[in-house]
């Protein structure tokens, strides 16, 4: 069954996925990270904050706000998608302005791996996009 992109849902699923990675949690050993994460032009809502979590080796995302992140992104709601689909890198992103980083960009540099690693865990959740 679909779940809706970035709904309690589809985080759900996303942090099952994540936690049972041995992929994910490989790169997620020792790192703690806390990323917020801002898509503007969502659907029906307008702008949308969510965010992803590695504490002590541990990740997970969900919705909502974070007091103090190590780093903020923004990107529009077609790039969330392109990225979440696979269809574009975030490092092609960044470099194509797509999406903007504020924050400790070295923390988010070291992730790189460990982003590579979220779309095989994940690729087996079935998505429902807003378009």
């Given at each position: 069954m679909a779940v809706k992109f970035q709904s309690d849902e589809y985080f759900e699923a996303a942090n099952t996925a994540m936690q049972s990675s041995e992929a994910v949690l490989k790169e997620a050993k020792g790192r703690?990270?806390?990323?917020?994460?801002v898509t503007t032009d969502y659907p029906g809502i307008g702008e949308k904050k969510t965010f992803l979590k590695i504490i002590d080796g541990q990740p997970s995302a969900g919705q909502g706000v974070i007091d103090d992140p190590d780093a903020t992104i923004r990107q529009n709601y077609e790039t969330a998608v392109a990225l979440d689909k696979g269809e574009m890198s975030p490092q092609t992103a960044f470099m194509e302005g797509k999406i903007k980083i504020k924050g400790?960009?070295?923390?988010?540099?070291q992730l790189q791996r460990f982003m590579q690693t979220l779309g095989p865990a994940a690729k087996h959740i079935e998505r429902e996009y807003e378009i």
């Open positions: 703690n990270v806390v990323i917020q994460i400790n960009l070295m923390k988010m540099m």
